[in-house]
């Protein structure tokens, strides 16, 4: 029986419980070493089990924290045995593949986790991931955790709810102590209460040692209580056989369970046979037990600690590369040689490095990192050490780590480097132990280190280094001395012919100049079948820096399917931003809050701020559309001060965006002037040259209602050489709206609209309203209508309701009325939205599950709320109802 837990068991009923009744959840259980997590962990499946659900257990084991996907692996070998063979998958696909294997079960399962805080990384953002999508299935997820920065860090991210264990309460711990120890005088009982301080684990295991030895044995007093019971734990293992001693150090040093691996192993360490009768001792002294499975498991974590602390080092290598000849897997064994190892081994260290990319590119991030810091360590070649760290620092600061970017920084020994390594350590050093890249003035800089590495052969690298830095371009504003002598460099640089990383680099920092060509091979390539979801991703990002929305989402969305296939999720936020881009830009607002609103959640999933900024950016442009004025400007008030903060002043222009089309949605027309006009003032902070291409139809439109033609002439005559020059199709299609507007003709106005504008709903709808209400006030009310109930269909189609509402109006002057049409659609949740257009589009609730990355018990539940919210009963006829109001 627990003692002084009931809060705690009462917690993980109820959670058991909702989990029987289809409403999934995880607790996380956390509290310092000893104090109880590992009782309630056996209390949780003990429950379970009386309730009949079934109970999967694994242990996160410190030896096994380099190995990915080895935590779920255990937990899940017994639903299928293959589950560990996932190298190369990510965590997210992974996750995904959880979730599909749980929905196949036909019972109410608890996944019981001990000691989390030892799990691979792989394995927690699996756990994580699924925890946060067990809303709709019968599936309850347990993890015991112990306190401490790492594990604060991990459930910040995870943002799982938690279920602290405290000290016990003075009378329950001295029930305890009376249990576990009885007869101890009254002074020894009080000095065992006082030295365990409510800590259970300390309760009995120094409780019994008074109870053998005396009060002598819990001196002395300033030691923590962890470190006396490992010594605790220690002096046990000490009076055990040797051979049993070489057991447990192997068994405590192994990444595996297996019991004959350990007896291998043990064997070539006492360099004699060592059997499973030798365990004996330590599994009838309670400290390890063995399953039927030939599963070894010792009794509390602190045992493992104890007995690597109390073996030396060259014991504890010994251990290592006996594990290393036994043990199975290429990985497995060279971590065991890397930890054998007590000199430099360049053959080593390669072997590391390789395993380190590996695990990189199965987004492994940690493991990489682990792996590439140890083959440093282990490096002979100088050149080769130094290149490795700064492989590992590049990996850290990819994980947000720029404590362990510029600690591995400072390793490196500049004097031993090669040139190209030389010019990366400089760029680095500017970029992560200076200012970071806010400002132009360090472009410079950094386009001369590129051509440092494209001077020293490495074209590879500096193909790389120019897409990595061409963003940064696009949203500096930098002079353009040092913007041409990019496009220069970007052009000098002889990479493979089918290489599109140079082509997409020009688009970004060269728009105007190198458009009309770059334009021109974008659109050569949309057709080939042989590009990577990277190169998709940059292509289509470089065809949005052009302002070719319709050919940048061609290339976007074929990217994010192959991204969502492969659970790439971290280059799948990026690609959901650049089409929530898009769509704002393009006036949709319905897939603009559809794409910023999953690419926020995702974004968040895989802690990248820089990204949800930009979500969170796309979605205010796209409330701004929609008429929710409050919200519009809530996300550009927090979003200003963000970039204000971190020097981003480029980007205010973004926000001076959201407020011109909130304030021209709202019908005010001259505040709406002075947003947007600051975006073309190269004199004020929010200027930026290529995001205003975007904005000349809105700016023209609050001109027309706020008399300020002539600002707008001045613009257009500006903008139309650069227009001729870049053949920018959204520039292009906003001075056509523009000088259709200066003419004030309708000859004008027939040109404009007779122009291809498929690709451009909003604008042609723009052009119907304005031209429509023009002729109203001709007194040719006959020929405006058509043109208003075009306009007013096809803003209600985008979700633009502000501008649906004012063509109705202009339709009502001229004598006709058309009712605002009610979208059950729009009373649904994004993510209720997707669903049903998924749904639409015919894909299964298992294909829909693994496009969100949900369960499909979700998706089914969703639907169910879906169909009544929008009127229908069915599938086929949720389609027609999203066919009639497509357009």
Sequence with gaps: MIVGRAAQIQALTAMLDEAMQHRGGALVVRGEAGIGKSALWREACALAEVRGMRVLTTVGVQAEVQLPYAGVGHLFRRLRPEFGAVEGESPFRVGVEVLDLLGGLDEPVLLAVEDAHWLDRTSWEVLAFVARRLESDPVALMLTARDGEDVDRLLAAAALPELRMEPLEADHAGALLDQVAPGLSPALRERVLAVSAGNPLGLVELGGLAARSGGAALLPSRLPLSTRVERTFAGLVGELPAATRALLLVAALDDGDDLDEVLAAASRLEERPVTADDMEPAVVSRLVSVDEQYRLRFRHPLLRSALRQSASAARRRRAHACLAAVVAGDDRRVWHRAAAAADPDEALAADLAAMAIRARYAQAAEIALAAMERAAQLSEDPQERGSRLLWAATTADEQGDAQTARRLLELVDETRLRPADLARLSWYRETY????????????????????????????????????????????????????????????????????????????????????????????????????PRERYDLGFAASALGAFTLSNTFLAASADALRAQGRIGMLTQALTSLAYNAAAAGDARAAVSAATECAALATETRAPVWALQARLQLGMAEALRGNEEIATEIADVSEKTMFTAGMHAMLSLTQRIRGINALASGRFE??????????????????????????????????????????????????????????????????????????????????????????????????????????????????????????????????????????????????????????????????????????????NREIAERLFLSPRTVTTHLYRIYPKVGVKSRSELAAMMAERSF
């Design 671 to 844: 505040e709406a002037f002075g947003h947007l006009y600051r975006v073309f003032d190269p004199g004020d902070v929010a200027y930026h040259p290529y995001l205003r291409f975007t904005l000349v139809g809105h700016l023209t439109e609050a001109a027309v209602h706020c008399g300020a033609l002539d600002e707008v002439g001045a613009v257009v005559a500006e903008l139309t050489p650069i227009a001729a020059q870049s053949r920018s199709p959204v520039l292009t299609t906003g001075l056509r709206y523009a000088d259709a507007v200066l003419a004030d003709d309708p000859a004008a106005y027939e040109a404009a609209i007779a122009a291809d504008l498929r690709d451009w709903p909003f604008e042609r709808a723009r052009l119907q309203l304005t031209y429509g209400g023009w002729l109203r006030r001709q007194r040719q009310a006959a020929e405006s209508r058509p043109l208003l109930r075009a306009a007013a269909a096809a803003f209600d189609a985008l979700g633009a309701t502000p501008w649906a509402d004012r063509a109705r109006a202009e339709l009502r002057a001229t004598g006709e009325s058309r009712r605002k049409p009610i979208d059950a659609i729009d009373a649904l949740t994004p993510q209720e939205q997707q669903i049903a257009r998924l749904a639409a589009d015919g894909l299964s």
């Design 433 to 532: 132990l200076g200012n970071g890249w806010t400002g132009s003035a360090r472009l410079g800089v950094f386009v001369e280190l590129i051509d440092t590495i494209r001077r020293a052969g490495e074209t590879d690298l500096a193909l790389e280094a120019l897409t990595s830095i061409c963003l940064r371009f696009y949203w500096t504003n930098p002079d353009d001395r040092t913007r041409l002598r990019f496009v220069e460099l970007a052009e000098l640089i002889e990479g493979p012919a089918d290489d599109t990383r140079a082509l997409c680099a020009l688009a970004q920092v060269a728009p105007v100049e190198r458009g009309a060509s770059c334009l021109e091979g974008l659109t050569a390539l949309q057709y080939r079948l042989d590009l990577t």
